[in-house]
């Protein structure tokens, strides 16, 4: 991390440690004096902590410290009075805040659950809080700071949904085969028109350094309205869980996070509350990737797989990124111009295993396509075809890495819906 006086042109050093770290992700608020820059930062600790830089000493001084990952720091009010950040517990936002005038610390109870974005200004001690819950789209909050008052400013527009039927995700943890504790958020049907425990999609987020979270999600909640659960597994290498874990899958690791699905559905198995027997995998990008592997190294665990525009060729993948994202990605996945990693992972990308997949998958890609080039895809579904295995494949004319329009996401989660259950529901007999 460097400093740039704008007056001098001068660049200086803040902060070049030997191994990785992270200052940046929970944004940056100065003093109206310009010599305390306050931020967070995982420098020399497992989870990122509110930090006080201070431009005179060059010292690094903490401000707050949590056993969860803290982040969105914001400077609020007149004579620079109050701090407020969020805590990241399971990947459920809490608002913290602190009165640095009296070093109070500031509570904010009752607002809605969800994942939170924070806006104040040096001229009020107010702070409006966006809030992506499960119930709640799109909501706004405006905080009185000395006093923790609060008020809803704008309520989101459910479109004629009723709230109540919306599913609160529940936070489950789990044991690895290798002793590391795995966590991810499970929905659960409130009506099941099938018998016993309800199916269940494992919902795998892309990145892979991305966390699943408890924001608004629209593709969840119809899945469970009918009558499927859904499970958002943060696998080791996810965000959210420290500085250790996010690391739990670089380079030849990388297998061990797809393995984590195996050990996750297993739990499920003794846990009850899904039916293990009848489960989907399904996910975009790099969550693409995550099938592809999954049903290619364990074959018979899953029922069903769902791939959208995901990495099936590993070494095409890594040569075609953009440069910032090469630079980081020589961090998680080793450096493809190096003979050991291009070898690696021409052995190890799912388009040269996938004939060892047995279940049905439905695969998706959109043409224009510029991160994951849209033959992957393809061959992954010639091969399937092949070896007679079934594999519908959705393209996407007018789309790229991912679904953006409205009529091109209806149409599409429709028609996952659709081949899921075709596979995994069983109706009650009347």
């Known amino acids: 991390m460097y400093l740039l006086d704008l007056s001098s042109g001068t660049l200086s050093v803040v902060s070049q440690p030997e191994s990785r770290a992270n200052h940046g992700d929970g944004g940056f608020a100065w003093s109206s004096d310009s010599k305390t820059l306050y931020l967070t930062s995982n420098l020399d600790r497992e989870f990122a902590a509110v930090m006080a830089y201070d431009v005179t000493t060059k010292a690094f001084t903490p401000v707050a410290e949590s056993a969860f990952d803290l982040s969105s720091v914001n400077l609020c009010g007149p004579a620079d009075q109050y701090l407020v950040w969020l805590e990241n517990q399971n990947g459920f936002d809490v608002l913290r805040g602190r009165d640095l005038s009296s070093g109070e610390v500031l509570e904010f109870p009752g607002i809605p659950d969800g994942v939170y974005t924070l806006t104040c200004s040096d001229h009020s001690g107010l702070v409006s809080v966006g809030i992506s819950g499960w119930r709640t789209p799109g909501d706004i909050y405006l905080i009185e700071l000395d006093s923790g008052a609060y008020r809803r400013l704008i309520r989101s527009n459910l479109a004629g949904i009723a709230a109540e039927s919306l599913i609160e995700p529940v936070s489950v943890t789990m044991p690895a085969r290798d002793g590391i504790e795995l966590q991810g958020l499970l929905y659960l049907p409130l009506q099941r028109p099938q018998v016993g425990a309800p199916p269940v999609i494992f919902e795998v987020h892309g990145g892979p350094t991305a966390q699943a979270r408890a924001n608004f999600d629209a593709v969840s909640q119809y899945h469970v309205a009918r009558g499927v659960a859904v499970f958002k597994p943060n696998v080791r290498g996810s965000t959210g869980f420290g500085r250790t874990y996010v690391t739990l899958d670089d380079k030849r690791k990388r297998l061990d996070s797809v393995r984590d699905l195996v050990d996750m ?74 003979s050991e990693w291009r070898d690696f992972y021409t052995a190890n990308s799912p388009i040269r295993q996938a004939d060892k997949i047995r279940v049905p998958v439905l695969y998706s890609h959109g043409e224009m396509d510029p991160r994951i080039d849209i033959y992957e895809t393809e061959v992954m579904v010639q091969t399937l075809r092949a070896n007679g295995v079934e594999a519908p494949y959705i393209k996407i004319p007018d789309e790229g890495h991912g679904w953006r329009k409205r009529s091109n996401r209806l149409f599409y989660y429709r028609r996952q819906a659709d081949f899921i259950e075709s596979h995994l529901l069983k109706r009650a007999e009347n």
Do not use: C, H
């Open 265 to 338: 559905l297993a739990f499920f198995e003794e846990d009850g509350r899904v039916d293990a027997s009848r489960a989907a995998v399904s996910g975009g990008s790099y969550g693409g990737y995550m099938v592809n592997a999954v049903l290619a190294a364990y074959p018979s665990v899953f029922k069903v797989g769902v791939s959208r525009y995901g990495v099936a060729d590993w070494v095409t993948a890594l040569e075609v990124a953009s440069p910032a994202l090469q630079a980081s990605d020589r961090l998680e996945y080793g450096d493809i111009r190096e």
